[in-house]
């Protein structure tokens, strides 16, 4: 579990694919402490179970479906990454509760500046749309964001200097694709009316 606060930028180093599908990645992490083989690490708000940690880098695989679902299979070397270790029992809730397990690919459909923010919106699938409301929180690249607007297709966040600076935001623009995750909440409250017989179950299209 995460919280989608950001720890650090990380850069991949390599990208090896391998016959069975499954990606071997490197990045350059540079965590101050390192992490033990077996630990969780969000990249681009993916959970990845790091193999192995030396000299500040983490080698994990990517399998089949995480490549297929996510923005990681588009990785190359160079390519900047958000980082965040898995929390620990006592740790601050800085964001809200974050998975690692990301929904879709979204795209981003415009980036306006206001100020020093910079006002990002972006196309949500339909079948997430219904976990998304005004006020509410979703992840983006493993970012945990609140939904400054919400106009069906279409949720609108608003990107402070810190985040810019600390995160891969910056790099936004028109046509980037970004890893989504819904809040799990929403999700929960949903299953929990549906077994209450006060909301009709739904099917994955939202139909």
Known sequence: MFSGIVERVG??????RRPSGEALLVIRAGFPSPPAPGASVAVNGVCLTVESYAEGAMRATAVPETLRRTTLGRLRPGARVNLERALRVGDEIGGHWV?????AVARVESVRRSGADRLVRVVVPEPLRRYVASKGSLTLDGVSLTVAAWEEPRASVALVPYTLEHTIASDYEEGSDVNLEVDLLARYLERLAQSRGLLAPLTPEGT
């Open 99 to 103: 998975q690692g397990h990301v929904d």
């Open 11 to 16: 850069s991949v180093e390599s990208m090896e």
